[in-house]
């Protein structure tokens, strides 16, 4: 079955937004990064100060909420400064950081009562974890910051990913439980990015949760304004550096890009105070239960036109 795509009477300024302020990161996560971000990579055309920019007016339309990430946003040099600045303009602030370096100073950071975490995790083997992120020691490395984070009484998600079969995912969701993790959530990798490899894959609307645009919006570190970080496939609406974000929302542009995004029958796409995506970004969901999805806890958005049992999803 498809759903056509309806697009909102009027496109509001999203309460969430996601910010993509570097393409760096530590792992290399070949087989599902959204963003094909990795060591080598940069932090893009965004200056220090155009994302300030973009923080302050972001907070001034009424977002209510932004989100770090990247890549890994603790390797863009100016991380503590956007967070104090995102905070000094009244945000809450997610951070989705893979949590394979957390330096001491940061940990007070973290601890501010507006300032919550995120992180993937793949499985409770080790070996099969440090494989999917391509860095030794990483599950080591995740596992013990998790545990701080626990300690410290931060809130945090942590977002399992299941690529393969055989993967130990639900011993992975288990173990964060049995961690004190309180939100752990399981969703299948998406087709874009690097998991987009072939012909069969290219990025399509159906992977979206749709609730893209309506609930948040995205900005990657070309300025460049989507959706959500995971429609980066899609022409974007405009770019940040040369245009006011107000302004793109209120373009027909960002107009057309949400009419064509499938949307949820009957709600319009997620409903508000229950759907996660639209504050998390690397693991939109697997949304309710149903004969495919025995083990999902209903709190997220599985694609807008997923067929029951559907192998693709």
Known sequence: MTMAPEAPAKPAVPKFLELEITSRCQLTCASHCYAEAGPTKGHGVMTSDDWKKVIGEAARIGVEKVQ???????????????????????????????LYRVRLAWWELFGHPRVSLGT???????????????????????????????????????????????????????????????????????EVGNAATTAVT?????????????????????????????????????????TRLSDVFATDTWAALLSAIPRRPGSGGCVPDSCTPREDSCTPSPGVVTACNPNSDGSDCAPAETEACNPAY
């Open 202 to 242: 290219l990025p399509s609307v159906t992977q979206l949760c749709g609730a893209c645009g309506e609930a948040r919006a995205a900005i990657g570190p070309d300025g460049q304004v989507w959706p959500c970080v995971l429609s980066r496939f899609l022409h974007p609406a405009g770019n940040v550096q040369s």
């Open 68 to 98: 770090l990430i990247g890549g890994e946003p603790t390797m863009h040099p100016q991380f503590a400064e956007l967070l104090r600045h995102a905070l000094n303009c009244g945000l809450a602030v997610q951070i989705f950081s893979n």
């Open 120 to 190: 993937s995790y793949y499985s409770d083997d080790p070996a099969e974890h440090d494989a999917i992120t391509g860095r030794t020691g990483s599950h080591a490395a995740t596992r013990a910051n998790i545990i701080e984070a626990v300690r410290r009484r931060i809130p945090i998600k942590v977002g399992i990913i299941h690529l393969r079969e055989g993967q130990r995912t639900e011993e992975a969701r288990a173990e964060m439980k049995a961690l004190g993790v309180n939100r752990v959530n399981v969703d299948r990798v998406r």
